[in-house]
């Protein structure tokens, strides 16, 4: 192989290597940092997960509730709607 052709590999592996390096430091801080949560920090978020697990439950309960009224309103109109498609009946 070309002397040459090795020597422009050389610079692209070295910013490669560093870019990597890189990576490796914020990933390693990222680790620490999660290490050295304090306790009383990781209880607050586990309280606020909490929270809006229970808001999220009960906005479910509240959708469900006014799909049920959707439903009922639909089905009420459309029974209006087919009787008013058969015309009035003979009133004479």
């Known amino acids: 192989m070309d002397p040459g052709v090795i020597g422009v590999f050389i610079p692209i592996l070295g910013i490669l290597g560093g870019f990597g390096l890189v990576g490796l430091k914020i ?5 620490l940092k999660m290490r050295e949560t304090p306790d009383g920090d990781s209880e607050r978020l586990t309280e606020a997960v909490q929270q809006l697990h229970d808001e999220f439950g009960s906005m479910r309960e509240e959708v469900a509730e006014l799909h049920e009224r959707m439903d009922f309103t639909e089905r009420i109109l459309s029974e209006a709607r087919s009787r008013n498609a058969i015309g009035p009946g003979d009133s004479t």
């Open 27 to 31: 990933w390693t801080n990222h680790k």
